[in-house]
């Protein structure tokens, strides 16, 4: 006698493999360069980023004010665009005030605690630049705060059960203290990747807060291929990056 339940949960199994191995070799084909390289060359590109001029930012514009809603939002892109670029808003409130919140996101040496423990997410090297001090925080006060022309070397697993690991390379472009820092990728699974965390004293329930708003803009590339790609596995796994980032983090500031 068949057993019909059985075989709905392999054909189960076997689209989510295959799902996820579709998603991981397509970023891995955009990595430029593949898996992780050795640590001599990955010395010679942290070198090489480094001799290139910081890309001071233009003076920011204050944010908006923020919605009350702590939930994470995608919202694609409403302003026109030759590029097929994705836009996508993470708004997160904790009960903790901005100093501490922007003194935690703002050291590298934090990332890969935010990041989901199946990626194995790796700091490897760091060329950090410090920011100016300011009237209203002191850099000697947090030494490990990255500022602009800062490098970040990171490496990641594509599949949990395999050694493969993928390169990230970003560079800092903007920061104000305990307003806003911005990073975009020099090297890694996407084409164009802007990435920039807002951080705004909030009051909820009477209670004093931070609400962090990353805001990210980024293109896959591939064409038409990578808009199908985007849709279906890129933008769903950046939302489950942040949502379970948003459980761990008050835990990680406390």
């Known amino acids: 006698m068949v057993n019909h339940d059985d075989d709905h949960k392999m054909l189960g199994l076997r689209f989510w493999f295959l799902r996820h ?3 991981h070799i397509f970023l891995a084909l955009r990595a430029h360069g593949g898996f992780s390289c050795g640590k001599q060359q990955q010395r010679q590109e942290l070198h090489a980023f480094a001799r290139r001029r910081p890309t001071e930012s233009k003076p920011s514009q204050r944010a908006p004010s923020v919605a009350n809603s702590t939930r994470a939002s995608y919202t694609p892109s409403a302003r026109p665009s030759k590029r097929l670029s994705t836009h996508l808003q993470f708004d997160d409130w904790v ?10 996101f703002s050291n590298p040496e934090n990332l890969p605690r935010i990041m989901p423990p199946a990626t194995e997410t790796r700091l490897d090297q760091l060329h950090l630049v410090s920011p100016k001090s300011s009237q209203d925080q002191d850099a000697i006060a947090f030494p490990q705060a990255a500022g602009i ?14 050694r493969l690991r993928a390169p990230w390379i970003a560079r800092i472009t903007e920061f104000e203290w305990n ?8 090297r890694g699974p996407f084409k164009r990747w802007h990435h920039r965390h807002e951080f705004r004293a909030q009051t909820r329930n009477g209670i004093s807060g931070t609400l962090v708003r990353d805001v990210i803009e980024y ?3 591939f064409g038409p291929l990578g808009t199908v790609a985007n849709s279906l596995f890129v933008a769903p796994q950046i939302r489950r990056t942040f949502a379970q980032r948003q459980q761990k983090l008050p835990q990680l500031l406390s």
């Open 149 to 162: 022309g800062t490098i970040i070397v990171t490496s990641f697993r594509l599949f949990p059960l395999f």
């Open 95 to 104: 009960p903790f005030p901005v100093a501490r919140v922007f003194a935690f």
């Open 179 to 186: 307003h806003h820092f911005a990073d975009v990728q020099e």
């Open 21 to 23: 191995l579709f998603a």
């Open 219 to 221: 293109e896959v590339g």
